[in-house]
T-cell receptor
Framework: AQSVTQLGSHVSVSEGALVLLRCNYS??????LFWYVQYPNQGLQLLLK??????LVKGINGFEAEFKKSETSFHLTKPSAHMRDAAEYFC???????????????FGQGTILTVHP | DGGITQSPKYLFRKEGQNVTLSCEQN?????MYWYRQDPGQGLRLIYY???????QKGDIAEGYSVSREKKESFPLTVTSAQKNPTAFYLC???????????FGPGTRLTVL
């Protein structure tokens, strides 16, 4: 069974400050890991994904995440927050799919990021 | 433009009624999914389908039904058996074995 824990349901930062959103996962097989962003009343948009290539993954909008197997973590960071980054962020884990098999996505509870001027 | 469309954006239902939420994709994806989102609970999988005319229950399938008659379409029916249907519903699709899922804009269902 796989699971995801996002530490902190709400994170508040000042504009220009470092953003750090924490995600720890549990998986019985080497996982695929994802970060999605959701703006109010919209669907989810993929920020970045880890699929066993480089452990430091760069995504859109200046975000990046580092896969640390020893810590079972996949924390999301951005060096300098912008007002437009205010949204809800979801970490997700998938067991690997190969060939025609299906990889189910399990989502964390979400972290709401607030950015203050 | 390729993408996923969901309709309607807002839906109101009286107790005891069945309602159907539409999901269409033109990404030529094989797999489609329905999720339910409630505040503070993340996304929970209702049903998924990997191929036409086949679908499987997710974690919270009770009170819901789906069909997959066409590759592009995966409608979700919320039946009167669903005791607490007020939620935000998201449809997604992916290539089988690719894992990355693409999401539609969602439908907000409210029971009056």
């Amino acid at each position: 069974a796989q699971s995801v824990t996002q530490l902190g349901s709400h994170v508040s930062v000042s504009e220009g400050a470092l953003v750090l959103l924490r995600c720890n996962y549990s998986s019985s097989v080497p996982p695929y890991l994802f970060w999605y962003v959701q703006y109010p009343n919209q669907g989810l948009q993929l920020l970045l994904k880890y699929t066993s290539a480089a452990t430091l993954v760069k995504g859109i909008n200046g975000f990046e995440a580092e896969f640390k197997k020893s810590e079972t973590s996949f924390h999301l960071t951005k060096p300098s927050a912008h007002m437009r980054d205010a949204a809800e962020y979801f970490c997700a884990v998938s067991d690997r799919a190969g060939g025609t098999s299906y990889g189910k996505l399990t989502f964390g509870q979400g972290t709401i990021l607030t950015v203050h001027p | 433009d390729g993408g996923i469309t969901q309709s309607p954006k807002y839906l109101f239902r009286k107790e005891g009624q069945n309602v159907t939420l539409s999901c269409e994709q033109n990404l030529n994806h094989d797999a489609m999914y329905w999720y339910r989102q409630d505040p503070g609970q993340g996304l929970r999988l209702i049903y998924y389908s990997q191929i036409v005319n086949d679908f499987q229950k997710g974690d919270i399938a009770e009170g819901y039904s789906v069909s997959r008659e066409k590759k592009e379409s995966f409608p979700l029916t919320v039946t009167s058996a669903q005791k607490n249907p007020t939620a935000f519903y998201l449809c997604a699709s992916s290539m089988v074995a690719a894992n990355e899922q693409f999401f539609g804009p969602g439908t907000r269902l409210t029971v009056l």
